[in-house]
Nanobody, 123 residues
Framework: QLQLVESGGGLVQPGGSLRLSCAAS????????IGWFRQAPGKEREGVSC????????YYPDSVKGRFTISRDNAKNTMYLQMNSLKPEDTAVYYC????????????????WGQGTQVTVSS
Protein backbone atom coordinates (compact mmCIF):
# COMPACT_ATOMS: atom_id res chain seq x y z
CA GLN A 1 0.00 0.00 0.00
CA LEU A 2 1.43 3.37 -1.06
CA GLN A 3 1.38 5.78 1.82
CA LEU A 4 2.77 9.12 2.99
CA VAL A 5 2.76 9.81 6.73
CA GLU A 6 3.53 13.28 8.02
CA SER A 7 4.83 14.44 11.38
CA GLY A 8 6.41 17.48 12.99
CA GLY A 9 3.64 20.05 13.06
CA GLY A 10 2.76 22.06 16.13
CA LEU A 11 2.64 25.47 17.75
CA VAL A 12 5.61 27.80 17.34
CA GLN A 13 6.21 31.47 18.10
CA PRO A 14 6.79 33.98 15.32
CA GLY A 15 10.41 33.84 14.22
CA GLY A 16 10.73 30.22 15.26
CA SER A 17 11.46 27.09 13.24
CA LEU A 18 9.85 23.74 12.58
CA ARG A 19 10.81 20.74 10.48
CA LEU A 20 8.07 18.66 8.93
CA SER A 21 8.74 15.06 7.97
CA CYS A 22 6.93 12.83 5.51
CA ALA A 23 7.78 9.13 5.47
CA ALA A 24 6.91 7.14 2.36
CA SER A 25 6.03 3.46 2.28
CA UNK A 26 5.18 1.16 -0.58
CA UNK A 27 7.26 3.07 -3.14
CA UNK A 28 10.71 4.56 -3.62
CA UNK A 29 10.47 8.28 -2.95
CA UNK A 30 13.81 9.01 -4.64
CA UNK A 31 12.35 8.54 -8.13
CA UNK A 32 9.30 10.72 -7.57
CA UNK A 33 8.63 14.42 -7.80
CA ILE A 34 7.90 15.57 -4.25
CA GLY A 35 6.16 18.65 -2.95
CA TRP A 36 4.72 20.40 0.07
CA PHE A 37 1.43 22.29 0.10
CA ARG A 38 -0.53 24.21 2.70
CA GLN A 39 -4.11 25.29 3.20
CA ALA A 40 -5.26 27.92 5.64
CA PRO A 41 -8.92 28.25 6.70
CA GLY A 42 -10.96 29.93 4.00
CA LYS A 43 -8.08 29.92 1.52
CA GLU A 44 -7.12 27.79 -1.46
CA ARG A 45 -4.40 25.20 -1.23
CA GLU A 46 -0.99 26.68 -2.00
CA GLY A 47 2.16 24.95 -3.16
CA VAL A 48 5.13 25.96 -0.98
CA SER A 49 7.94 23.84 -2.41
CA CYS A 50 8.79 20.96 -4.71
CA UNK A 51 11.68 19.00 -6.17
CA UNK A 52 11.29 17.70 -9.72
CA UNK A 53 11.97 14.02 -10.43
CA UNK A 54 14.51 14.86 -13.15
CA UNK A 55 17.51 16.97 -12.28
CA UNK A 56 16.07 17.85 -8.87
CA UNK A 57 14.93 21.35 -9.80
CA UNK A 58 13.40 23.13 -6.82
CA TYR A 59 10.58 25.63 -6.64
CA TYR A 60 9.49 28.05 -3.91
CA PRO A 61 6.89 30.81 -4.14
CA ASP A 62 7.99 34.28 -3.08
CA SER A 63 6.00 33.98 0.14
CA VAL A 64 8.41 31.35 1.54
CA LYS A 65 11.57 31.76 -0.55
CA GLY A 66 14.64 32.05 1.66
CA ARG A 67 12.77 30.71 4.70
CA PHE A 68 11.63 27.21 3.67
CA THR A 69 13.80 24.36 2.38
CA ILE A 70 12.62 21.08 0.92
CA SER A 71 14.84 18.01 1.05
CA ARG A 72 14.76 14.23 1.08
CA ASP A 73 16.74 11.46 2.70
CA ASN A 74 16.76 8.57 0.24
CA ALA A 75 18.13 6.13 2.81
CA LYS A 76 15.14 6.83 5.06
CA ASN A 77 12.66 7.18 2.16
CA THR A 78 11.56 10.41 3.81
CA MET A 79 11.08 14.00 2.68
CA TYR A 80 11.36 17.12 4.83
CA LEU A 81 10.30 20.75 4.94
CA GLN A 82 12.52 22.95 7.08
CA MET A 83 10.67 26.15 7.96
CA ASN A 84 12.57 29.08 9.48
CA SER A 85 11.60 32.62 10.44
CA LEU A 86 7.99 31.55 10.69
CA LYS A 87 5.25 34.15 10.48
CA PRO A 88 1.62 34.07 11.65
CA GLU A 89 0.55 33.95 8.00
CA ASP A 90 2.34 30.60 7.67
CA THR A 91 -0.37 29.07 9.88
CA ALA A 92 -2.06 26.29 7.91
CA VAL A 93 -2.45 22.55 7.49
CA TYR A 94 0.61 21.32 5.62
CA TYR A 95 0.50 18.38 3.23
CA CYS A 96 3.26 16.40 1.57
CA UNK A 97 2.73 14.95 -1.90
CA UNK A 98 4.50 12.74 -4.40
CA UNK A 99 4.04 11.92 -8.06
CA UNK A 100 5.72 9.29 -10.26
CA UNK A 101 5.65 11.22 -13.55
CA UNK A 102 9.14 12.03 -14.79
CA UNK A 103 9.75 15.66 -15.69
CA UNK A 104 12.11 18.58 -15.16
CA UNK A 105 9.34 20.73 -13.67
CA UNK A 106 6.90 20.11 -10.86
CA UNK A 107 3.41 18.96 -11.88
CA UNK A 108 0.19 20.79 -11.18
CA UNK A 109 -1.32 17.65 -9.65
CA UNK A 110 0.10 14.87 -7.53
CA UNK A 111 -0.90 11.24 -7.27
CA UNK A 112 -0.20 10.63 -3.58
CA TRP A 113 -0.87 12.79 -0.54
CA GLY A 114 -0.17 12.76 3.16
CA GLN A 115 -2.89 13.25 5.75
CA GLY A 116 -1.82 16.77 6.70
CA THR A 117 -0.28 18.27 9.82
CA GLN A 118 -1.27 21.50 11.55
CA VAL A 119 1.27 24.29 11.87
CA THR A 120 0.27 27.24 14.04
CA VAL A 121 2.47 30.32 14.35
CA SER A 122 1.35 32.45 17.25
CA SER A 123 2.68 34.20 20.33
Amino acid sequence: QLQLVESGGGLVQPGGSLRLSCAASGFILETYTIGWFRQAPGKEREGVSCISSRRGNTYYPDSVKGRFTISRDNAKNTMYLQMNSLKPEDTAVYYCAADPRQDYVCPTSYGYWGQGTQVTVSS
